[in-house]
């Protein structure tokens, strides 16, 4: 798999293990290594102010008559101008060496200064001793380094070839290249070992709890840590804690500084005496460590450490190095995919299946088990992948979490359980939204891959609890190896994965967003070709009929004169249905379709419905049927008049694309486990059905979606109705499938919840029972319905004026009319409290709409009906009437026998 700067995954230990460990302070040890002496001495006068306990080894008096005596006294040290302009040169704890120190004795010294929180740290070496690396030539060993790291281009090239070149030189019996996860447990990548080494560590894994936070930072402060021998008693500072501001001594920068009693045992348990450690830096954070171990003793000079510290840049920039060459590597796969991708055209209509041929070199440029992309709402995949419906779980799980950018992550089943049965084929997910649509998107699949961690000893053996509770780290007392199987986890996803997978992902959105936008364009266009259509048919027949009749005088049984009004009436009904279509889209794509859900018969419903539609079946000597598969609830609690609209839709359908054979109605219903109940109007057709093709864009239920255009001109239609049910069925909590084959016909299922309607059975409102839904009768039912009754009709449209004064006069009203609502108010108000039975009230007039027309009459006590009349039919309008004042509603057109039957229900109570 590719190389990753944060590759390994993380190990499954307690994190109060980690963290409490942190608390352990080994910077303030208060001890040293013997092989040197400390003195720590107050800039200002030179005075010592500490001391190691071993101070008289080096200088021939007790500790006790050092301490408060000044450092350059001739008894203690001796010195030149030019290690005094090294003391005061020294502000900090970068190191300085010293050399011309001498004992009283004449011994030369080789001294180390630092300075930290305001104190000079002195560490005092025998210049005479001699020092164990003796085959190390700085020069040498830094200008092969440099050689060798060159060739490297991986992050396993360093592994490999580092640990090799540098124990040539340092001469340790085992240098290896120590890496920390995300979570700072450490894994040994490289490892070279003499013949002294045995036992490989390389594969080696150590808990956080080995290297806590705060030894962390000190590695990360201190480029060299030496220690020469973890088998000598380190030697305390005395006093242990800085005389004037009692503070604990911080011995970060301090090469001598003594290991910590556990630190001794743990190695010793490891048959190690003598450790060279230095830090190793990625983008400025500490990355892993450079450990070197040695059977016997091993004293590196304090010049060596300047040499070290080069190494320490050399390798940490070849890491750099290899992380930008995989970005590189990465860079180099997104440009090819890219290159590949940009040749598509999104303006050809297979772009999309130029898209699914790279599918399979999308998954191949990134290690992974499966990949998906998902675009239009179709799925192209490549690989294993999870099943229909856990997938649609491992969406609906990871996609809110992936926001604009890729979201990766390699322990799915932690962090959701749901998911946890996926760990074959997704333990882990990397997830890019396409931002050309939330709902669209790239996702890369990883299965579970249990590593055999192979950890140095269990790592919770290395803990023991204090009486406070808190986990202290001590010797581990067994290094045999454990092994624990990090399970439910996959490889992480490398950083250059992720840039790869953004960066693809961008290139596809955009080739999806331009398609969408010119797909959408180019169906409003067909959309509003085939409207003009739908418009313009029946428009043709009503103006070409008016003409008719108008350029001759026909008999009134005459049968044009006849065919002419039926034909008219017709192509009205036809157009009204067109805009009740693009008003029931447009309150369903902003949300504001409203359902009134009712104690419903549904047998009689559907009976209904079939009888709406059995004039058009037998005009094509269709058979049309009903069949009850298992008989429904006797009531249920749904919206009637949108379940019949959408039957309606359905069954016109039907037999519009069925040319022989027949259409019927099945109905079912089911119940699980737990009671929920289902029921299934099915509307089976033996008609011209679809392909494949056509069956998947109908499957979409899009808005202006059409099979083909010549499917269009020859059985007509807008597009909108399917959509239009597919809203309705979501809306009343149900949904629609489709089943088809090309010239066997179509099965169309809407299934809806059977609410028990005894639970809940909500009170019709004659509101509810608008007047727009009564039956259309002849004129002579409501003639002299009115008689006797008196009606102001506030209306400015003069040919409605006419119209509505007419069906009303006709019925028997005597009709006082005005133009706008001012002179309504005027006119109700200047009469007689009971002069107008009742008013018909546009409102949408000049002057005064009737709206506030109304509004101001209830406000002065008016108390007789007030009935709206609008054009206005969106969802929103009614209330906004009954707002206002207004008794009841009706929408334009006016139909007679609508008007007349809402005036005599509010006439008679």
């Known amino acids: 798999m590719d190389e990753s700067i944060n590759m390994i995954p993380a190990a499954d230990l307690p994190s109060e293990a980690s963290e409490n460990c942190d608390h352990i302070a080994y910077q303030y040890s208060g001890v040293i290594q013997p092989h040197g002496v400390l003195v720590i001495v107050n800039p200002d006068d030179f005075r010592i102010l500490q001391i190691s306990e071993n101070a008289s080894l080096f200088f021939g008096m007790q500790t006790e008559g050092l301490l408060g005596q000044r450092l350059f006294n001739g008894r203690i040290l001796s010195s030149t101008p030019e290690v005094i302009n090294e003391f005061n040169q020294c502000i900090s704890n ?68 580092f640990p090799q070149v540098f124990r040539k030189f340092i001469g340790y019996d085992r240098c290896m290249i120590y890496r920390f996860d995300p979570e700072f447990n450490g894994e040994v990548i490289g490892e070279s070992r003499s013949e002294n080494a045995q036992d490989t560590f390389l594969g080696l894994r150590f808990p956080m709890s080995d290297i806590p936070k705060s030894a962390r930072k000190m590695f990360a402060d201190s480029p060299v840590r030496v220690t020469v021998d973890q088998t000598v008693e380190c030697v305390p500072i005395t006093p242990r804690r800085d005389p004037e501001t009692q503070q604990d001594v911080d011995l970060t920068a301090v090469r001598i500084r003594g290991a910590a009693g556990s630190c001794q045992t743990y190695y010793n348990n490891m048959g190690v005496r003598s450790t060279l450690v230095m830090p190793i830096f990625y983008e400025h954070e500490l990355w892993g460590l450079v450990s070197c171990h040695h059977g016997q003793p091993r004293r590196p000079s304090p010049e060596l450490d300047s040499a070290l510290k080069v190494v320490v840049k050399l390798i940490s920039n070849a890491l750099e190095h290899a992380a930008a060459a995989e970005h590189r590597l990465a860079e180099r796969k997104a440009r090819s995919i890219n290159e590949l991708l940009a040749k598509i055209d999104p303006f050809d209509s297979n772009c999309l299946v130029q898209i699914q041929q790279q599918v399979e070199n999308l998954k191949e440029m990134i290690d992974c088990t499966g990949f998906l992309l998902r675009i239009d709402e179709q799925d192209y995949a490549h690989g294993e992948i999870p099943d229909d419906e856990e997938l649609q779980t491992f969406i609906e799980s990871l996609l809110p979490m992936a926001g604009d950018e890729a979201f990766a992550i390699n322990n799915i089943p932690e962090h959701f359980p749901a998911l946890a049965e996926l760990r074959d084929v997704a333990a882990g997910g990397l997830l890019v ?23 140095a000893g269990d790592p919770q053996s290395g803990l023991k609890w204090n009486q406070q509770g808190r986990p202290e780290l001590t010797p581990r007392n067994s290094f045999e190896l454990w092994k624990s199987k990090t399970a439910n986890t996959c490889y992480p996803w490398s950083t250059a994965e992720i840039a790869f997978a953004n960066s693809v992902s961008t290139q596809i959105g955009l080739i999806s967003l331009s398609w969408h936008a010119l797909r959408a364009d180019r169906a409003k266009s067909e959309f509003l070709t085939n409207m003009s259509h739908e418009i313009r048919t029946p428009m043709t027949s009503i103006l070409g009929y008016l003409d008719i009749l108008e350029s001759e005088d026909f008999e009134p049984e005459d049968p044009m004169r006849l065919e002419a009004f039926s034909v008219i009436k017709r192509s009205g009904n036809h157009l009204m249905q067109l805009i009740n279509d693009i008003l029931d889209l447009s309150s369903i794509e902003s949300g504001r379709i409203s359902i009134n859900k009712t104690d419903v018969e549904l047998g009689s419903l559907v009976e209904e419905a079939l009888t709406m539609v059995r004039e058009q079946a037998e005009h094509k000597q269709l058979e049309l049927s009903l069949k009850y598969e298992s008989m429904p609830p006797h009531k249920v609690l749904t919206d009637p008049t949108r379940v019949k609209q959408i039957l309606l839709n359905l069954l016109e359908n039907a037999i519009k694309f069925t040319e022989r054979g027949c259409v019927s109605l099945k109905l079912f219903h089911t119940s699980d486990d737990q009671n929920t109940k289902q029921v299934y109007l099915q509307i089976i057709d033996s008609g011209i059905g679809m392909d494949q093709d056509q069956l998947e864009i109908v499957r979409t239920f899009k808005t202006f979606n059409q099979l083909d255009n010549s499917l269009t001109r020859k059985y007509g239609g807008t597009g909108l109705g399917l959509r239009i049910c597919h809203g309705l069925a979501q809306k009343l909590g149900g949904k629609i499938e489709v089943e088809s084959q090309k010239e066997m016909g179509s099965i169309f299922t809407l299934s809806l919840p059977a609410e028990d309607s005894e639970k809940t059975i909500l009170k019709k409102s004659r509101f509810n029972e608008s007047a727009n839904q009564a039956d259309t009768g002849d004129v002579a039912s409501t003639r002299e319905a009115l008689i006797g009754t008196r009606i102001l009709l506030a209306e400015d449209d003069p040919i409605n004026q006419k119209v509505i004064d007419n069906f009303l006069t006709t019925s028997g009203a005597e009709v006082t009319l005005v133009g706008n609502g001012k002179l309504a108010v005027e006119a ?82």
């Open 828 to 909: 109700a108000l200047k009469a007689a409290p009971d002069f107008f039975d009742l008013i018909l009230m546009d409102m949408q007039m000049p002057v005064l709409d009737g709206y506030s027309a109304t509004s101001q009459l209830r406000n002065q006590g008016y108390e007789h009906p007030v009935i709206a009349l609008t054009a206005h039919a969106m969802e929103g309008s009614r209330e906004k009437c009954i707002a206002s004042g207004c008794d009841d509603f009706i929408t334009k057109p006016i139909n007679r026998k609508s008007l007349i039957s809402i005036c005599i229900k509010w006439i008679e109570d």
């Open 433 to 455: 939204p396409l931002r050309s649509n939330p709902d669209e998107f790239a996702v890369w699949f990883r299965a579970e891959q249990p590593l055999t961690v192979n950890w």
């Open 94 to 161: 970068s190191p300085r060496l010293i050399s011309g120190l001498t004992t009283p004795g004449g011994l030369a010294l080789l001294g180390r200064l630092t300075r930290t929180d305001g104190r000079f740290h002195l560490e005092l070496e025998f210049a005479s001793s001699p020092y164990d690396v003796e085959r190390c030539s700085p020069i040498e060993m830094i200008s092969e380094i440099t050689e060798v790291l060159s060739r490297t281009e991986s992050i396993k090239d360093i592994a490999e070839s």
